[in-house]
């Protein structure tokens, strides 16, 4: 009547890599908000301001995230076949290119102004 | 009583008579009963087009206005109010309605189903789109229509500069209408996920469901940020809680944030179901299966999360620093992958098939031409120094017609000529649809193109009059006559759908030979859709089967048989599409109408500033919801039920996770994201927004907050101990008392909950003098609201556990109000420790 071809996991699994860019993306927004209210871009800590070393670790962190789990993803769509699993190794790998993409603009830009 | 066997089969004729008699609406003014989803879902389509006409001759006025610089035809307020409804009725009454209308007429016949999850939910959300919209289009008639322009930016709309009642029926009469756009959306997730043919699994579903399905989660999430700011300006306007005047700690931009959370993935909400048409319609005229199933999936999910970055691109001149800008102008160029994706996916598809071109498939066409230059104009606006030069200038307006009319309204007419054969049973005139096609496509660029161009001259958005001597006469008369053409062809496109419903040649199933699952119903869809519920094994059944019509007619699909007067049809599990139970259906009832004009009430009672009638239709429309449950449930378990082909299936009510726990989770979520947008709203005016600092802040408190924190708590852990004890109900005599007792203490703590926050409230001091007071009584109010639903829910689960509703294999009900109470504590410890932490920092 039914095949069990299509497990919940991939359920989960498909928004999964967007889901650590958003909060990466709002996490981004937010600290230089903040940061620029509460002067954090002019504490220095180490060759760049206080805030540039946040913003640039939020990012950092969130693309070994994402990206870890779109070559998890893709090792196991390479495994077991099946469109869903394509979806889902397609969905976290693009959305490891759209986090290195968005953030990457923290490593040269002017933070405040 | 458990029934084993099915009363015998009658014939194909039998059966739709035996079907027909339970699932059928009478006329008349039995007509208001309805809760059929075609009915509803047509309504919901008519009405759209109503509101479609209503804005687009608001839009002839405002060419009409400027067509020429010395124009005398309209008063600036009277200007103001006719532009700022065009928008507001295109956007709120016309867009968002038709999808929902759609995705409601269409979803069940396109899974295999009978009916949607929720059919009273979708009535009732038809009746508040109704009302809401018919309050609007009275206040445009009397004079009275918001004239801030459709986003409403404070402190224009804020009462020092909007002190009539203008503002005040844009924000009650939108939020009534997206009352029913988190219905839709959460009728739409929970039965696309639960209530398909047996045997659809996700990757077996019709590529139109996972796009609604990402556009429902994208309502769900990107309707609350606005619903949330129209209760926030509300409250300042009325009761002057100052979230957005400056003056007083409060911050403008606060509602563009707001607003744009919601505004710009709304265009994407706008934009995905429409895709999904294309999709659904081009390989049909393609003559093959769409090209990159699986990567289309992928690009819907993609856009549906990148749609909601972008929204400080609507913001790019307020002053934002350049990282900033970067992040959100990374965003909005990338959002542009997916949907290229979707692009060279379509056009793989046609290359690679033997195309045939009608109706349909000119506007596909159309749209292709339309969408991707707006496309690429939103390429060049994404570029922030570009965007700061055309900003709020007729280019913008250029700009979004482009993306919305290419991206929404020439697919929707493709759609609405591909499947109205199946509304109707008829077929097209040819000649007619493709001459309002051109008429259509001629005049739009003729408005919009030239319009560009008024925008690069300099020409701002809103004005009423312009000197001659600016040189944007003849752009601006050009874009006027191109107005007017393109308002032939749509009033060419209503004549022709009226000759065509009327007289158009009868035609049986499946008009362009199809694969879905939607063409194998009679045409007209009877109220039932399927006399026998298919089984599905690949993505286009009906290609692979084509005699599958007459198999169902005759009975040799699921659920062929009716009984007890149920309306049935079956729930599976979300991913694989195996069967887990018999949805049985409400029916027709006049509940939805009443609960819509309580609802009303409660509105109208707010815009009059009449509170008490407020407070009147509140109480109402909580009774009337109360009124719909005695029907649903049932008081005696059924056992397993045959449903035809040799297997059977518990009643939905005998499982642990029914749809209506489903709904009340996806409820949740929408509930989450109007709470985060008020914690955001709360950090931000405290923290980031330029404010003085607040002349007071709560002194203490911390005595109610634990009252209250702990009350919560407890009530959550009684509402899942309820649950655990109900699957022993009946094993001993102290499960007897301890169930009672464990929904007795979720209700007395709920009931403490509530008493601590007034007082915790009552203790916050200048709600009116400054924007941290205001915060912190927000964040009080939304904890005390939940508590306060939170003992209805709970005493409604005591209630259902007396009536006999509450079983060992009947515990869904008591699960929903758990679910329900464990959000609540989050939520309120969430609230209470952002009150304290605010007075902390305000104290500093």
């Known amino acids: 009547m039914t095949r069990q071809g299509t497990a919940p996991l991939d359920l989960v699994l498909l928004p999964m890599g967007y889901v650590v860019w958003s909060i990466a993306f709002v996490a981004l927004y937010g600290v230089q908000g903040l940061g620029c209210a509460n002067g954090w871009h002019e504490v220095a800590a180490g060759p760049a301001s206080l805030l540039r070393v946040l913003l640039i670790a939020i990012w950092l962190v969130s693309l070994a995230v994402v990206a870890a789990l779109a070559a998890w993803t893709l090792r196991r769509a390479m495994r077991e076949p099946g469109m869903m699993r394509r979806a889902v190794a397609a969905t976290t790998a693009t959305a490891a290119v759209a986090a290195l993409w968005t953030g990457a603009p923290t490593v040269a830009l002017a933070l405040c102004n | 009583m458990n029934e084993r066997a099915p009363p015998a089969g009658t014939g194909a004729v039998g059966r739709h008579k035996a079907l027909h008699a339970i699932w059928h609406t009478p006329g008349g003014l039995g007509r208001l009963s309805a809760v059929n989803h075609s009915i509803v879902g047509m309504r919901f389509i008519v009405t759209a087009c109503i509101f479609f006409a209503i804005g687009g001759l608001l839009a002839m006025l405002v060419r009409a206005q400027l067509s020429t610089s010395h124009s005398a035809f309209m008063a600036p307020d009277t200007y103001n109010q006719v532009f700022t409804m065009h928008g507001t009725v295109m956007m709120f009454l016309f867009a968002i309605p038709m999808i929902e209308g759609f995705a409601i007429y269409m979803l069940p016949k396109l899974l ?176 093959r299966d769409l090209m990159g199933y699986a990567w289309i999936v992928a690009s819907i999910v993609a856009l549906g999360f990148l749609s909601f970055g972008l929204w400080v691109h609507h913001m790019f001149v307020v002053g934002i620093p350049h990282l900033g800008l970067a992040f959100f102008s990374a965003a909005s160029l990338l959002v542009v992958v997916p949907t290229a994706v979707q692009i060279f996916a379509w056009i793989g598809t046609l290359a690679t098939g033997r195309p045939r071109f009608s109706v349909p498939m000119l506007y596909i066409m159309g749209f292709f031409a339309v969408f991707v230059i707006g496309g690429l104009t939103g390429v060049m606006v994404a570029v922030a120094p570009f965007n700061w030069q055309v900003h709020d200038t007729h280019f913008i307006v250029a700009h979004l017609h482009y993306v919305l009319i290419g991206g929404f309204v020439f697919p929707a007419l493709g759609a609405i000529y591909y499947w109205l054969p199946l509304a109707t049973g008829r077929t097209v005139r040819y000649p007619l649809g493709t001459a309002a096609f051109w008429l259509i496509f001629i005049g739009f660029n003729a408005t919009f193109l030239v319009m560009h161009l008024t925008g690069l001259l300099g020409m701002p958005r809103r004005i009423y009059a312009y000197a001659p001597a600016m040189g944007w006469d003849w752009p601006n008369l050009a874009s006027s006559i191109g107005s007017f053409v393109m308002a032939i062809g749509f009033a060419l496109v209503a004549v022709d759908m009226i000759l065509q419903a009327r007289f158009g040649r009868k035609r049986r199933r499946n008009h362009w030979a199809a694969g879905t699952l939607e063409w194998a119903t009679p045409t007209p869809v009877p109220a039932y859709n399927f006399a026998s519920l298919p089984a599905v ?5 009906l290609r692979e089967s084509p005699d599958l019509p007459v198999a169902l007619a005759r009975g040799a699909g699921y659920l062929a048989t009716a009984r007890h007067g149920w309306q049935e049809t079956l729930c599976v599990d979300m991913t694989s599409g195996a069967v887990e139970s018999v949805a049985v259906l409400p029916k027709r009832t006049y509940l939805p109408l009443y609960t819509a004009l309580a609802t009303g009430l409660f509105f109208m009672g707010l815009l009059f500033k009449a509170y008490l009638i407020a407070v009147v239709g509140f109480a109402l429309a909580v009774a009337l919801l109360l009124a719909w449950t005695p029907s649903s449930g049932s008081r005696q378990d059924w056992g397993r039920l045959p449903i035809g082909q040799g297997h059977d299936a518990p009643p939905h009510w005998q499982t642990p996770r029914p749809p209506s726990w489903w709904a009340m989770a996806f409820t949740l979520g929408a509930d989450a ?26 002194a203490d408190g911390l005595p109610e907050s634990l009252t209250a924190g702990i009350a919560l708590a407890v009530a959550a852990m009684a509402g899942y101990l309820a649950v655990h004890l ?83 294999a009947r515990t869904s009900d008591l699960g929903i109000g758990a679910l329900f109470h464990a959000y609540t504590a989050v939520t309120g410890a969430v609230a209470l420790l952002l009150v304290h932490a605010l007075a902390a920092g305000g104290a500093r």
């Not at chain 2, 994201?673 to 802040?697: E, H």
């Open chain 2, 537 to 541: 094994a690949t993505r286009t059944p």
């Open chain 2, 673 to 698: 994201a109007l709470f985060a947008s008020l914690a955001f709203g709360a950090i931000y005016l405290a923290t980031v927004a330029p404010g003085r600092r607040p002349p007071q802040v709560l």
């Open chain 2, 726 to 808: 109900a699957r022993r109900a009946g094993t001993s005599a102290a499960v007897a008392i301890a169930l009672p007792a464990s929904l007795a203490v979720a209700l007395a703590a709920h009931a403490t909950a509530m008493v601590a926050l007034v007082l915790l409230g009552a203790a916050i001091p200048g709600w009116t003098a400054h924007a941290h007071g205001a915060s912190s009584a927000a964040l009080v109010g939304y904890a005390l609201l939940h508590a306060g639903i939170g003992t209805l829910l709970a005493g409604f689960g005591a209630w259902r556990y007396l009536a006999g509703y509450v079983a060992a």
């Open chain 2, 112 to 287: 295999g189903a009978r009916d949607l999850a929720f059919p009273r939910l979708s009535a009732f959300g038809y009746w508040c789109y109704l009302f809401g919209g018919a309050m609007l289009i009275a206040a445009l008639l009397l004079g009275l229509a918001p004239n801030s322009g459709w986003f409403m930016y404070t402190p224009l709309s804020s009462r020092p500069y909007s002190p009539g009642v203008n503002a005040d029926v844009w924000l009650l009469g939108v939020t009534f209408v997206e009352i029913s756009a988190v219905c839709a959306a959460v009728e739409i997730i929970v039965t696309i996920l639960k209530l398909r043919a047996p045997g659809m699994s996700l990757d077996r579903m019709p590529i139109l469901a996972w796009y609604l399905l990402v556009t429902a989660f994208m309502m769900l999430v990107g309707f609350p940020p606005l619903i949330l700011a129209s209760i926030l300006l509300e409250v300042e306007r009325a009761f002057d809680l100052p979230f957005f005047d400056p003056l007083r700690g409060g911050d403008p931009l606060l509602w563009q944030h707001l607003f744009w959370l919601f505004g710009h993935p709304e265009v994407y909400i706008i934009f995905i179901p429409a895709a999904g048409m294309i999709s659904t319609i081009l390989p049909v005229f393609a003559g």
